[in-house]
């Protein structure tokens, strides 16, 4: 593995971990935070191994149609993306079942990793 792709494939690990760590602490607005910043940073990890760049974008289902993820990968992509904003800014309030919803996203990026793995 190139050493940038390593970074990014790295600091993506990194972020998982900060995520779960969040989780445990109750901390669910970071949790979501950092599975998109994990999820994010793999896929552009993946792109800068096939194509030798990256899109200086955050929406997570373009980057995992530039890199051909299955279908049900990429609707984990869109409800992410649709969803982190929250955790971003204080002016959007947390859903109230947000606890379930970073428990889920965890689950999501975990897979999602674990399928970026495999093409690294």
Known sequence: MKEEVKRWW????DDLEKAKILFDNKKYDGTVFFCQQSVEKALKALLL?????IRKVHDLVELGKDNSLPRNLLDYCKEI????TYSRYPDI????DIREISKKFLKYTEEILK?????L
Do not use: I
């Open 81 to 84: 993306t649709q969803s982190y």
């Open 93 to 96: 309030d947390e859903p109230e």
């Open 115 to 119: 399928w970026t793995e495999k093409k």
């Open 49 to 53: 191994k096939r194509k030798g760049s």
């Open 10 to 13: 790295n600091k993506a690990k």
